[in-house]
């Protein structure tokens, strides 16, 4: 049985409220992804918005099964905690284990991403992997230094990262269906088969634009009335995201011609250059940056709050548990800085473009998981008292995440699997020690 141990607040002066934690769901969603997904999305037209309608579809289904779950349990860790009171501490900690990995490689690419969108400001150290690689370091330790301060603080920065970094999808996506272009999003599949595929590949592509959309119930102990503001900035955030996401895209799609949007490496400032010329590119440039920093911030709170909740419960080393005069969990940020900042450093002769490709690589399946978990503690949990309706929400939740987990590719699933089995020792380890304890 859970003990929320992890449930100790703190004062309310420090506590977020509903518009931080709003900002805290869409800004680690709206990250580097979805300014890059419209040149993927170039090839498929009018089946990126059917994809994109569904991806939005089963991301609300999940933020409908994390609203349930955190007016049941407004629990510090979130996914963590609702799998360990649904199923126990095995499957609690490999959510967790795998959780944390994905946060803190998560650090790591946000870092990466941002210091390529700053190349038409400072292209001599973007260019040079070394230089690069130390932005992008430092980039990592200025946003832990920032949540150590506070996590109020860490909130406000939240606000302020996700109004800059909306304002460039927004003012080229509006724009845009002023120019709005049928021809953009014919659809060339023929026959159900083909289009399905494509629908389905779409879907899969577009899914990793939601991914964060439970990071408000992570800090439940830091979150004013945690049980009504976790529940509403989750689906609220997810529902603002999705509409963002959605008329972006067919607002680039509808400025910048399928052939060169396919090869764009910057589809957003392409748009903005269409709308408003070159100096705005310029500023949707600064725009994605602040963007990735922004989620960089947003992720950098949740990587500390994580493990400290879990390791109040017996499953992580206690070392998780120490705070800083603030309150805040320190030790577990320079943890993940020092292990963000190592993995920056072991692979930066990659480039940056691999470099954020491998990263990303460790961090998507392990995020996926914990929503499988999730779809299934609403049953769990909710026993005979699940209303029908949750009810099937939870079972499309579910099958949503185990269709995206298909998608995501034999690599990433046998190394999301490597990544898994590799913490059964530290599980071992660390339960042997609370056991001695006892």
């Keep these: 049985m859970i003990t929320f141990a992890a449930m100790a607040t703190m004062p309310s002066r420090q506590q977020l409220g509903f518009g931080m934690a709003v900002a805290l769901v869409m800004g680690n969603m709206i990250g580097s992804g979805v300014f890059l997904l419209p040149a993927s999305l170039a090839a498929f037209g009018g089946l990126s918005l059917a994809g994109w309608v569904l991806s939005a579809a089963g991301a609300t289904c999940l933020a409908l099964v994390f609203a349930h779950l955190a007016r049941l349990i407004p629990a510090a860790g979130g996914p963590y905690a609702y799998t360990r009171m649904a199923f126990g501490d095995v499957p609690a900690f490999l959510v967790a284990w795998g959780y944390w990995i994905s946060v803190w490689s998560t650090l790591a690419a946000l870092a990466v991403a941002g210091v390529g969108y ?31 301060s506070g996590v109020r603080r860490a909130g406000q920065v939240q606000v302020l990262t996700t109004i800059v970094k909306i304002l460039p999808l927004a003012l080229v996506g509006i724009g845009g269906l002023f120019y709005f272009n049928p021809e953009a999003f014919a659809v060339t599949a023929t026959g159900p088969r083909e289009v399905a595929a494509g629908i389905t590949e779409v879907t899969t592509l577009t899914l990793w634009a939601f991914l964060g959309l439970e990071c408000a119930t992570i800090p439940a102990g830091n979150i004013a009335n945690p049980q009504r503001t976790i529940a509403r900035a989750t689906v609220v955030g997810t529902l603002l995201a ?53 989620a960089l911030n947003g992720w950098t709170l949740v990587v500390g709050q994580l493990p400290l909740a879990v390791a109040r419960d017996g499953l992580f080393p ?110 071992v380890w660390v339960s042997r020690e609370t056991h001695h304890e006892r």
């Design 318 to 427: 206690s070392a998780f548990t120490r705070l800083s005069p603030s309150g805040t969990p320190v030790t577990g940020m320079v943890i993940a800085g020092t292990l963000a900042s190592l993995l920056i450093a072991s692979n930066y002769t990659r480039g940056l473009v691999d470099l954020f490709t491998f990263i990303i690589l460790l961090a998507t399946l392990a995020t996926l998981i914990p929503y499988t978990f999730c779809a299934l503690a609403a049953f769990r949990i909710g026993g005979t008292t699940l209303s029908r309706g949750m009810r099937i929400v939870a079972g499309l939740a579910f099958s949503y995440s185990l269709w995206a987990i298909s998608g995501a590719g034999a690599e990433t699933v046998y190394w999301g699997f490597l990544l898994l089995m590799a913490g059964l020792p530290v599980y």
């Design 242 to 294: 999705a509409a963002i996401y959605i008329v972006s895209t067919i607002g680039v799609m509808s400025l910048v011609p399928a052939n060169v949007l396919a090869t764009s490496t910057a589809p957003f400032a392409d748009g903005a250059r269409v709308l408003f010329g070159n100096a705005a590119a310029g500023l949707v440039a600064l725009g994605a940056a602040i963007s990735c920093l922004g």
């Design 118 to 148: 700053l190349d038409p400001f400072i292209p001599t150290i973007v260019r040079t992997p070394a230089l690069a690689a130390l932005l992008a370091i430092s980039f990592v330790w200025v946003f832990i230094g920032i949540n150590v």
